[in-house]
């Protein structure tokens, strides 16, 4: 299915700002395209595979908020330029247990690849989450970056994050990070002196770390549901 | 085609072997009739012969690892499981047989036991051949000693710490194996409040073609000591796979420090399957030190259990992946206890079309309140037909502790060879000198004074100023 004629074959779930896309084959993003795509893993188990060509650009927010969700993204930049940017959320409340895959494969020259998730976990929620960058010999010039963060807020919560590196070109440019963390006690501290209580402390302070994934720019609706998930921290 | 760079490490120390002389050898294979054979010769104990047989037992109930580098050129049936030399155990170089003690005096370890030493242990395929604790530690109630003798001088402390809470036999496939045939290492022991500041080293040495090591080391530091251990290793070059199945235990009691320090430098047709673990108390630090530059195939991952409220861990490595050889090796830590912290820092360099992966746990426990972990692994691509991966496994069960990890891959810059070259340095040269400063900060942890091999990281070195 090629980009350009994305909208004979999608199925409209609901018309708002954005288009809901339920994806039965690969993505093939054309030549000098760029898209954005929101993906919302509201269902059990979701596999998408988006293959990005020449000097194209695939720029994907991914929304995990609730439920039990399986979702794997894999892309491959299969033509010289061909660039990818992944902002990840996940928010588990309540049972919720996720499943995330990110896979990113170099297979041309001078390729871009960027994935930064964040997460935060409530109640008993646990996430399993790999990311995989991974370089062929064909990909020298090719740059990648991953960056996971997880906030853990409850003693019931369980993080299993694994972020891979595979690569076979010397090169390239290639790192990734990786940080599981609490609510700083200083930061709440600063707050509650400016007269909030601690719960609202931790709202603002989980909004603003969640956000910063998605730069602020998700439609309101995904705001909103984040607002409903943050009632029980 | 692929460009591969011409940086190795010089083996010609290493690769050749003595004319085999043992005294006995046991048919290739693993079987019953082997490990009763291990267990008469040594004349253990019967708790000790079951402990095999019970490991035999899960050994051949137990599949392959499934995940790592590929172990499909490893014909365990083809390997020696157990191979005395024709001595015993010297506690003079004067009376070691003398191509035994030539071999040895090549490696450095009579010299490096005269300068810096406080005693010596040295293998020769299953047996210890040399075994000396200076008397000032004997003194001070410090054991040093062949763990073969162990089993019969200290029945009852070897019974409670071999293979009981810290590397048990059904662990995994190759534990289980080790547990089946080991054969000679080190036992140490050191009294509460006693402070061993020279190293202890013990050196393993294969000869006998198709000859496996399954050497044990087991290591308590009473409440409050502290002791270094430093291990080397080597086998001469065959063309034929042979196998390094050896067991390090390390019990850190409360309050005590302990360094292990290890330069792993096996020929490429060995397989380097070993199993390292420390069991951490209260207050207790353990800090590994790895060097892991030979075998072909190694999966190595040295773990830290910190079972101890304000436990620590630290661990610094280095892997030299060359032309045919797989570097699988890492870190692990299991935080188990309030404010306990670790530090994993792990360098690599994949030359010659070698494969090197980093594969790394960090898991804490509900309990683990307080604590915190970072990692920071770094690979070096020297040339285009080699490889670099990165795993590092975090499973993180509380809300109450930060974890760290970050990794980066890349090579050495051009503008960095173009500014050393236009000083007056050759490419090589210039490579060689970014390549020491990239693994600089683990060279200075390791014990150079007193390990040969790590003299030969030296030559990477340059000689004389820059100007």
């Given at each position: 299915?090629?980009?350009?004629?994305?909208?004979?074959?999608?199925?409209?779930?609901?018309?708002?700002?954005?288009?809901?896309?339920?994806?039965?084959?690969?993505?093939?993003?054309?030549?000098?395209?760029?898209?954005?795509?929101?993906?919302?893993?509201?269902?059990?188990?979701?596999?998408?595979?988006?293959?990005?060509?020449?000097?194209?650009?695939?720029?994907?927010?991914?929304?995990?908020?609730?439920?039990?969700?399986?979702?794997?993204?894999?892309?491959?930049?299969?033509?010289?330029?061909?660039?990818?940017?992944?902002?990840?959320?996940?928010?588990?409340?309540?049972?919720?247990?996720?499943?995330?895959?990110?896979?990113?494969?170099?297979?041309?020259?001078?390729?871009?690849?960027?994935?930064?998730?964040?997460?935060?976990?409530?109640?008993?929620?646990?996430?399993?989450?790999?990311?995989?960058?991974?370089?062929?010999?064909?990909?020298?010039?090719?740059?990648?970056?991953?960056?996971?963060?997880?906030?853990?807020?409850?003693?019931?919560?369980?993080?299993?994050?694994?972020?891979?590196?595979?690569?076979?070109?010397?090169?390239?440019?290639?790192?990734?990070?990786?940080?599981?963390?609490?609510?700083?006690?200083?930061?709440?501290?600063?707050?509650?002196?400016?007269?909030?209580?601690?719960?609202?402390?931790?709202?603002?302070?989980?909004?603003?770390?969640?956000?910063?994934?998605?730069?602020?720019?998700?439609?309101?609706?995904?705001?909103?549901?984040?607002?409903?998930?943050?009632?029980?921290? | 085609?692929?460009?591969?760079?011409?940086?190795?490490?010089?083996?010609?120390?290493?690769?050749?072997?003595?004319?085999?002389?043992?005294?006995?050898?046991?048919?290739?294979?693993?079987?019953?009739?082997?490990?009763?054979?291990?267990?008469?010769?040594?004349?253990?104990?019967?708790?000790?012969?079951?402990?095999?047989?019970?490991?035999?037992?899960?050994?051949?109930?137990?599949?392959?690892?499934?995940?790592?580098?590929?172990?499909?050129?490893?014909?365990?049936?083809?390997?020696?499981?157990?191979?005395?030399?024709?001595?015993?155990?010297?506690?003079?170089?004067?009376?070691?047989?003398?191509?035994?003690?030539?071999?040895?005096?090549?490696?450095?370890?009579?010299?490096?036991?005269?300068?810096?030493?406080?005693?010596?242990?040295?293998?020769?395929?299953?047996?210890?051949?040399?075994?000396?604790?200076?008397?000032?530690?004997?003194?001070?109630?410090?054991?040093?000693?062949?763990?073969?003798?162990?089993?019969?001088?200290?029945?009852?402390?070897?019974?409670?710490?071999?293979?009981?809470?810290?590397?048990?036999?059904?662990?995994?496939?190759?534990?289980?194996?080790?547990?089946?045939?080991?054969?000679?290492?080190?036992?140490?022991?050191?009294?509460?409040?006693?402070?061993?500041?020279?190293?202890?080293?013990?050196?393993?040495?294969?000869?006998?073609?198709?000859?496996?090591?399954?050497?044990?080391?087991?290591?308590?530091?009473?409440?409050?000591?502290?002791?270094?251990?430093?291990?080397?290793?080597?086998?001469?070059?065959?063309?034929?796979?042979?196998?390094h199945?050896g067991?390090v235990?390390?019990?850190?009691?409360?309050?005590?420090?302990?360094?292990?320090?290890s330069?792993e430098?096996?020929?490429?047709?060995?397989?380097n399957l070993n199993t390292k673990?420390?069991?951490?108390?209260?207050?207790?630090?353990?800090?590994?030190?790895n060097?892991n530059?030979?075998s072909?195939t190694t999966m190595l991952y040295p773990c830290?259990?910190?079972?101890?409220?304000?436990?620590?861990?630290?661990?610094?490595g280095?892997a030299?992946?060359?032309?045919?050889?797989?570097q699988d090796t890492g870190s692990?830590?299991?935080?188990?206890?309030?404010?306990?912290?670790?530090?994993?820092?792990?360098?690599?360099?994949?030359?010659?079309?070698?494969?090197?992966?980093?594969r790394?746990?960090?898991?804490?426990?509900?309990?683990?309140?307080?604590?915190?972990?970072?990692?920071?692994?770094?690979?070096?691509?020297?040339?285009?037909?080699?490889?670099?991966?990165?795993?590092?496994?975090?499973?993180?069960?509380?809300?109450?502790?930060?974890?760290?990890?970050?990794?980066?891959?890349?090579?050495?810059?051009?503008?960095?060879?173009?500014?050393?070259?236009?000083?007056?340095?050759?490419?090589?040269?210039?490579?060689?000198?970014?390549?020491?400063?990239?693994?600089?900060?683990?060279?200075?942890?390791?014990?150079?004074?007193?390990?040969?091999?790590?003299?030969?990281?030296?030559?990477?070195?340059?000689?004389?100023?820059?100007?």
């Open positions: 299915m090629k980009v350009k004629e994305m909208r004979n074959v999608i199925s409209h779930f609901r018309a708002e700002e954005f288009i809901y896309i339920y994806m039965t084959q690969p993505i093939i993003v054309q030549p000098c395209t760029h898209i954005t795509h929101h993906f919302f893993n509201t269902d059990p188990n979701t596999a998408r595979h988006i293959i990005v060509q020449k000097d194209a650009q695939v720029t994907i927010f991914e929304y995990t908020l609730r439920g039990t969700a399986q979702a794997s993204t894999t892309i491959t930049l299969a033509e010289p330029g061909a660039e990818a940017h992944i902002a990840s959320v996940f928010l588990g409340s309540s049972d919720a247990v996720f499943n995330l895959n990110h896979t990113i494969i170099h297979d041309a020259p001078h390729t871009i690849s960027n994935i930064q998730t964040r997460g935060l976990l409530l109640d008993r929620a646990k996430t399993n989450y790999k990311g995989l960058i991974h370089i062929n010999k064909t990909a020298p010039y090719a740059q990648g970056y991953q960056k996971i963060d997880t906030l853990v807020a409850s003693e019931q919560a369980y993080i299993d994050q694994t972020p891979v590196l595979e690569i076979h070109n010397d090169n390239v440019k290639c790192s990734h990070g990786a940080t599981i963390g609490h609510f700083d006690p200083e930061h709440l501290f600063y707050l509650m002196s400016r007269g909030m209580n601690e719960h609202t402390a931790k709202q603002t302070l989980a909004k603003g770390f969640l956000l910063a994934a998605i730069h602020n720019t998700c439609p309101a609706l995904i705001i909103k549901t984040i607002d409903e998930a943050l009632t029980t921290v | 085609m692929p460009k591969k760079t011409q940086i190795t490490i010089d083996r010609s120390t290493f690769d050749s072997a003595n004319k085999d002389q043992s005294k006995y050898k046991a048919k290739p294979g693993l079987s019953k009739e082997v490990v009763l054979e291990i267990s008469r010769q040594k004349n253990e104990p019967e708790w000790m012969l079951e402990r095999r047989l019970k490991a035999l037992e899960l050994y051949h109930n137990t599949p392959l690892p499934s995940w790592g580098p590929s172990l499909k050129d490893l014909n365990l049936d083809n390997i020696i499981y157990f191979v005395r030399p024709n001595t015993e155990e010297a506690k003079s170089w004067d009376d070691v047989p003398t191509d035994i003690r030539t071999t040895f005096e090549k490696l450095g370890i009579p010299e490096a036991e005269q300068k810096s030493l406080s005693g010596v242990g040295a293998q020769y395929d299953s047996d210890v051949i040399y075994h000396k604790l200076k008397k000032e530690w004997a003194a001070k109630g410090v054991i040093f000693e062949n763990m073969d003798v162990a089993v019969q001088k200290y029945p009852d402390t070897v019974k409670k710490y071999f293979m009981t809470s810290c590397v048990p036999i059904n662990d995994h496939k190759f534990v289980m194996l080790h547990a089946a045939v080991w054969s000679g290492g080190t036992f140490i022991y050191v009294p509460p409040g006693v402070k061993v500041d020279i190293p202890l080293q013990a050196y393993f040495r294969m000869n006998a073609e198709l000859g496996g090591q399954f050497e044990h080391t087991l290591i308590i530091a009473d409440r409050n000591s502290e002791v270094h251990y430093i291990e080397g290793c080597s086998a001469p070059r065959f063309d034929a796979k042979s196998l199945a067991c235990e390390l019990f850190v009691h409360e309050g005590s420090r302990m360094r292990y320090s330069i430098n096996w020929s490429k047709n060995i397989y673990r420390a069991l951490v108390d209260k207050n207790g630090i353990v800090e590994w030190v060097g530059m030979g072909g830290s259990i910190l079972r101890g409220e304000n436990a620590r861990s630290e661990s610094l280095i030299f992946a060359g032309p045919g050889q797989h692990k830590v299991i935080h188990a206890a309030p404010d306990t912290s670790s530090v994993i820092r792990s360098k690599s360099i994949s030359a010659g079309g070698g494969v090197s992966s980093y790394g746990l960090v898991r804490a426990t509900p309990q683990a309140k307080h604590s915190k972990s970072s990692v920071t692994c770094d690979a070096l691509l020297l040339d285009d037909a080699s490889t670099s991966n990165t795993y590092p496994y975090m499973k993180i069960a509380n809300s109450d502790m930060d974890v760290a990890h970050e990794a980066r891959v890349g090579k050495i810059g051009d503008e960095e060879i173009f500014y050393l070259m236009s000083r007056g340095l050759s490419q090589e040269e210039a490579t060689k000198l970014v390549v020491s400063g990239f693994i600089a900060p683990v060279i200075k942890q390791l014990p150079l004074e007193y390990a040969v091999e790590l003299n030969r990281l030296i030559e990477l070195e340059m000689e004389g100023a820059v100007g």
